[in-house]
């Protein structure tokens, strides 16, 4: 069993995105440009904006956090978004969510331009991923596209399982894995004989939310597992959705939590960040709108 160490990955994408991004700074004399957007202050999205905030700082870009009250209306949230969106030199906006219980988060994803949609979560950007074509993606299955790179598995004819079906993980992740011509199941809450499907499955990603509810014993032997759950237990530990240690006797390949999935987000935002900076000048001033 080799541990899919998502620390390691995560600082070896973030010195590809530094270079690319001084490469960038260099052909046009300014920094790829990420504004975050975050409503109200639920602390742990304070926490993973802080971390966006210095992340990105570190990779070379200009970034901002645009920190709004928890009142603020959907109306003045849809105008900040156009104001980001208006700004040639901001190249990624991304609205941290969730959002507070009387904003909807749609329509305010789909305000945002989807040349700057580092979060890959306007429906153009998710449409662009159902038909295969180059489109800014999700950061969290990108991030475990390129761990399951590491492993340098062939996917063709493999069995993927998915478990969840979120717009921010399974959909995209499953779509994705498509791509790379796995057989893909999509599992959820109602999915019957779970154990079954995982016990067939040749890569495993677990994005539920549900502490250890996948259980080592089900692992197939040399099973790829990709555990995006982070969850606390009572006594304040950090599990993921998979049962790790009884899991990783039998893997081939496993992300533990945390230090797996988690470290890759921001370094895939950072990524996408500079290709949309890239893509938006190629395109010409008015980033290809
Ligand atoms: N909150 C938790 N994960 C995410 C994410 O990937 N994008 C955004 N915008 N908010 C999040």
Redesign the pocket.
């Known amino acids: 069993m080799t541990v899919l160490d998502g620390k390691a990955v995560a600082k070896k994408v973030r010195d590809e995105v530094k270079a690319r991004a001084e490469a960038f700074a260099a052909a046009h004399g300014r920094k790829p440009g990420l504004h975050v957007v975050l409503v109200g202050d639920d602390p742990a999205?304070q926490v993973?904006v802080r971390n966006k905030e210095r992340a990105a700082a570190k990779a070379g870009l200009e970034g901002q956090v645009h920190r709004l009250p928890g009142d603020t209306t959907q109306a003045d949230l849809e105008a900040l978004v156009a104001k980001l969106n208006a700004d040639p030199a901001i190249d990624g906006i991304?609205?941290?969510?969730?959002l507070p219980g009387h904003l909807e988060a749609q329509p305010v994803l789909d305000a945002i331009d989807p040349s700057k949609d580092v979060?890959g979560?306007t429906a153009l950007n998710a449409g662009l991923l159902v038909d295969g074509r180059d489109g800014l993606r999700?950061?969290?299955p990108s991030g475990c596209m390129r761990l399951i790179e590491e492993t340098g598995a062939d996917l063709t004819g493999q069995r993927a399982l998915v478990i969840g079906r979120s717009v921010?993980v399974g959909k995209p992740v499953a779509l994705m894995l498509l791509a790379r011509n796995a057989t893909v199941t999509i599992a959820h809450s109602r999915t019957a004989d779970l154990e079954a499907r995982v016990r067939e499955s040749d890569i495993v990603v677990a994005a539920v939310g549900r502490p250890e509810m996948v259980r080592g014993e089900w692992i197939k032997e040399d099973a790829i597992v990709l555990d995006v759950g982070i969850n606390r237990t009572d006594e304040g530990k950090l599990v993921g959705d998979v049962e790790y240690a009884a899991a990783a006797e039998r893997a081939g390949w496993i992300t533990p939590v945390p230090g797996g999935v988690g470290p890759m987000?921001i370094a895939m935002l950072l990524g996408n960040t500079v290709t949309a900076a890239e893509r938006r000048e190629a395109r010409g001033p008015r980033g290809g709108r």
């Open positions: 999205s993973y991304l609205v941290q969510l969730p979060d979560l999700p950061c969290t921010l987000t």
